[in-house]
């Protein structure tokens, strides 16, 4: 396993937006350091990016983190996107796990579920 590492700054070309990069690992094991990083950037600003694009592998644990935090930007009237570069690895996991969509599930008003197409 590979062990996690988070970073959430600001970016600097877009005040309003926070950058969260995690490379690593996301498993149930690192679940909290992640649910707070991600609560953490939530806090920071009007649009949250999750940067998984160094991912080495998710679980589904890390997946259902990441649905969550996309329903809590849509209630708090912030955009949230995930950044996956490509991320094979990222792709794989969340299509294998049945989280790939067609169309958002009932919360995503916004239509802007980060399930929903493939490049973010």
Same mark, same amino acid.
């Given at each position: 396993?590979?062990?996690?590492?988070?970073? +959430? *700054?600001?970016?600097?070309?877009?005040?309003?937006?926070?950058?969260?990069?995690?490379?690593?690992?996301?498993?149930? #094991?690192?679940?909290?350091?992640?649910? @707070? $990083?991600?609560?953490?950037?939530?806090? #920071?600003?009007?649009?949250?990016?999750?940067?998984?694009? $160094?991912?080495? @592998?998710?679980?589904?644990? #890390?997946?259902?983190?990441? +649905?969550?935090?996309?329903?809590?930007? @849509?209630?708090?009237?912030?955009?949230?996107?995930?950044?996956?570069?490509?991320?094979?690895?990222? *792709?794989?996991?969340?299509?294998?796990?049945?989280? *790939? *969509?067609?169309? #958002? +599930? $009932?919360?995503?008003?916004? +239509?802007?579920?980060?399930?929903?197409? @493939?490049?973010?």
């Amino acid at each position: 396993m590979e062990e996690l590492m988070l970073e +959430c *700054r600001q970016d600097p070309a877009h005040p309003g937006t926070r950058v969260l990069k995690v490379a690593g690992e996301v498993s149930i #094991g690192v679940a909290g350091d992640f649910k @707070g $990083a991600l609560i953490e950037a939530l806090s #920071g600003g009007s649009e949250v990016q999750v940067d998984v694009s $160094a991912l080495t @592998g998710i679980d589904l644990t #890390g997946l259902q983190l990441l +649905c969550a935090a996309h329903h809590s930007a @849509g209630t708090a009237g912030k955009e949230f996107h995930i950044v996956d570069g490509g991320n094979p690895t990222f *792709r794989d996991m969340a299509t294998s796990a049945g989280f *790939r *969509r067609h169309t #958002g +599930c $009932a919360y995503d008003r916004a +239509c802007s579920c980060i399930w929903v197409g @493939g490049d973010n």
